[in-house]
């Protein structure tokens, strides 16, 4: 499984249903939301300024990634940008690729 950062931002409207329902509300319903789409729920927290929480899920791909963003975005309650994490492992097999490319001007 591939592990996404979440970075959420409530709207107005997402506030006052946090406000009446809770933090622990919002996380069970990001849980629920994530298993859904056959994945796990990480970590999941609230922060001050922007954004107001983040979360780190697992998620068996991108298309997985991708149907969560849609459907949570679509509400318009809540904002979410979602940040593909790679693992140093990854890291270490990205760094033993190279790729063919040309700067601009160059």
Do not use: H, W
Request: some cysteine; hydrophobic content about 40%; overall charge neutral.
């Amino acid at each position: 499984m591939a592990k996404y950062l979440l970075k959420v931002s409530y709207t107005v409207e997402g506030t006052k249903g946090l406000l009446k329902e809770g933090g622990s509300s919002r996380r069970a319903a990001a849980e629920q939301a994530v298993q859904s789409l056959g994945g796990n729920l990480d970590s999941f927290y609230f922060a001050f300024g922007e954004p107001d929480g983040y979360a780190i899920v697992d998620l068996p791909n991108a298309a997985a990634a991708t149907a969560l963003s849609l459907t949570i975005n679509s509400t318009g309650a809540v904002q979410i940008s979602t940040i593909a994490l790679i693992t140093p492992e990854e890291m270490d097999e990205a760094c033993k690729k190279s790729a063919t490319y040309r700067a601009p001007g160059k």
